[in-house]
């Protein structure tokens, strides 16, 4: 297995541009692709049916979002102090429930 991350943040709900650009230029057939990203707070939206449509012959793992930063309100880095191990144990759960 030679896994590929992916980190796409949600751009309006759906996989960013040029997320989509990069699977439709790579075969990735035979890999295993692990979706994350990062949202402004509406969640991940199409961005992983996406991933997975477009990686046909492709084993994509069960995927993982959370709320990072946002932009319009100033907040570049919201995964810090408290939230940081709140993350820090989300991250931890879903790597034990996909097996990695």
Request: with cysteine.
């Amino acid at each position: 297995m030679t896994p590929c991350s992916s980190v796409p943040p949600t751009w309006d709900m759906q996989l960013p541009p040029p997320m989509k650009t990069f699977l439709s230029e790579h075969d990735l057939g035979g890999q295993t692709v692990i979706p994350f990203n990062t949202n402004g707070g509406y969640g991940v939206g199409s961005s992983f049916q996406t991933i997975d449509d477009r990686c046909p012959d492709v084993d994509v793992r069960e995927g993982f979002s959370t709320r990072g930063g946002l932009e319009r309100d100033g907040v570049y880095l919201a995964i810090k102090e408290d939230r940081r191990e709140e993350a820090r144990a989300e991250v931890t759960d879903w790597l034990r429930r996909i097996q990695m």
